[in-house]
């Protein structure tokens, strides 16, 4: 049983579309997360999601749309793709949320290419 | 803002050699652990430390977290091609939020 799984793997569009990114957990945690590596692997946080409430909004423009339907799952919805938009994104969820205490675990990405 | 430098960027190695890899801060952190990443794959966790001059030992693997919990090693044994991937330490704020690091890419040569 994969532990979290975000769909698609892989997703290649062109500038100016809107795509989105699905994440479930079937770990029973509350907290769960959307992080963003680029190119040179650096891991950028963007959102955090606690129990379905967000608690942690980063510098992200307003074209990216997080959505948490239930704790088990979290969407990400992206308007109007951008070439710097692409990148891996990473779902992470973790028990309650205590950054940098507990576990963080990762799905396996979603490598996005907008041409 | 809080940042975590990693050093090396970059590491190429001869299986059985030893290495350390770097985490620093000029912040304190609740906590500090280390995530080994494959291609492909996303991060796995290897170890959290959370009081200042504390070691953690995990097979030929050695963690150790400053005394100021300013920075961070990552040390290994003996290293083996298993070994190959990328280390992200990360850094606890106490809230939410964890901090990660760049990474070193190590990469261990039969």
């Known amino acids: 049983d994969t532990a979290v799984s975000q769909t698609p793997k892989y997703l290649v569009t062109q500038m100016g579309n809107d795509k989105s990114i699905k994440c479930e957990q079937n770990?029973?945690?509350?907290?769960m997360y959307w992080y963003k590596q680029d190119s040179k692997k650096f891991l950028k946080i963007m959102f955090s999601?606690?129990?379905?409430?967000?608690?942690i909004n980063e510098t992200v423009p307003n074209r990216f749309s997080p959505k948490s339907p239930d704790k088990a799952h979290l969407n990400l919805h992206i308007n109007s793709l951008e070439l710097g938009d692409s990148a891996v994104y990473f779902c992470?969820?973790?028990?309650?949320?205590?950054?940098?205490?507990?576990?963080?675990?990762f799905g396996p990405g979603t490598r996005l290419l907008v041409l | 803002t809080q940042l975590l430098e990693q050093s090396p960027q970059f590491l190429s190695i001869q299986e059985g050699e030893n290495l350390t890899v770097y985490c620093n801060s000029s912040?304190?952190?609740?906590?500090l652990q280390w995530y080994r990443q494959e291609p492909g794959e996303g991060p796995v966790l290897l170890v959290t430390?959370?009081?200042?001059?504390e070691v953690k030992k995990l097979k030929r693997l050695t963690f150790q977290f400053g005394d100021a919990r300013k920075d961070s090693s990552l040390h290994i044994t003996a290293a083996q091609p298993g070994d190959t991937g990328l280390y992200l330490c990360?850094?606890?704020?106490?809230?939410?939020?964890?901090?990660f690091g760049a990474g070193t890419r190590l990469f261990v040569k039969a």
């Open positions: 430390v959370v009081t200042g001059g």
């Open positions: 770990l029973g945690h509350d907290t």
């Open positions: 999601y606690n129990n379905k409430e967000l608690i």
């Open positions: 990360a850094g606890g704020t106490g809230g939410f939020k964890t901090i």
């Open positions: 992470a969820s973790s028990l309650r949320g205590s950054g940098g205490l507990e576990t963080q675990y």
């Open positions: 912040s304190v952190f609740s906590s």
